[in-house]
DNA sequence: CATATATGTCAACAAGGCTGACATATTTTT
DNA sequence: AAAAATATGTCAGCCTTGTTGACATATATG
């Protein structure tokens, strides 16, 4: 047990070794949230690359290569390798835009639909059960600081919103 | 918004869309979460799987090779290669075990000290802001929640007490 | 018509997972 | 003492998923 630290912010009672909790909670946290979906995805012959894209699919139907590329924040050469993937086994489909002739939109082939359901709801399950043995109350508060971590540009992709987005700030 | 669905648990309340918007949440935040470590660690060439190292080897001073690859769950392939880097350049300290002298156990030169402390601040700073930011009390709700994601088994590994653990259980 | 934009694709590279095999030192068991 | 188990190190090779840079094509826009 340090002593209380000298306080550099103007009054945070903030504990040193609770926060230090926090970067192990963590860690190993996200790798029990990622485990199942994992598990199941290599079944397929796919990772955790082809999920996010599934994920952000499913959540945002209609939803352009670019705005894709923007939230995942990776390269347009990683992106293809999985999705080419997808598309080739028939769990996503590419549509070309009807108002501009050079995007392609993509949405989920029922294929891509069931396997996203099946990895959602694994996870789903996890933090249901996670808010449960918590407490009440306790999920609000979790969402919140989740919420707070990410940086700000972000958050408004939250919720299914990412093509929303597009026509509101894009 | 979809209405309210036929509660297939007992009586759980729990709002579909919200853990849609927490499954979000964890990817977006997590990667935030990554973010600064990871750009402090490019400037020494290291990764996350260094930082990892660092981080569970200066928590838990003098832990052995194999406690390591039971935290981390990687192969010991996978750990010799960033570990012989850390030695090698001055980061990470190997004694042989008094008592066993078939093991190897680790410790923190200064130089990894250094770098340890350094990116558990930036991580720390993030987390104590977005604790200020999403309001008081939100902190336990957070940290509780985080813990009941986490399989059980690796729940009694959260702050510091590897050692210590192996001594009870192992 | 010129330029900008959205996408696709090729080649090559790196990090960090993985496997299986094998060597060595040390401890424990028989 | 001999045999078996344990802890570690190392070699070779594979896969996924990130990276870069270059180039091609279609479409939109000034």
Do not use: W
């Given at each position: 047990?340090?002593?209380a ?44 690359a ?41 769990f ?19 294929k ?59």
């Open positions: 047990m340090t002593k630290k000298h306080r550099q912010e103007k009054d945070a009672p903030i504990n040193e070794e609770a926060l230090r909790q926090v970067i192990e909670l963590m860690f190993f946290a996200y790798r029990d949230f990622t485990a199942e979906p994992d598990a199941i995805l290599a079944e397929y012959g796919f990772g955790r082809h999920h996010r894209v599934i994920y952000f699919v499913g959540r945002n139907p209609g939803i352009a290569v670019n705005q894709l590329l923007d939230t995942l924040k990776i390269t347009k050469q990683s992106l293809a390798r999985v999705l080419r993937q997808l598309v080739d086994e028939g996503i489909e590419q549509r070309t835009d009807a108002f501009d002739g050079r995007r392609r939109l993509l949405y989920l082939l029922e891509g639909q069931r396997l996203e359901q099946k990895l959602t709801e694994r996870q789903a399950r996890l933090i249901a059960r996670a808010y449960e043995e918590a407490g009440v109350g306790a999920a609000d508060s979790f969402r919140a600081v989740l919420r707070c971590i990410i940086n700000s540009d972000d958050r408004s992709r939250v919720g299914g919103d990412i093509l929303a987005r597009e026509e509101r700030e894009g």
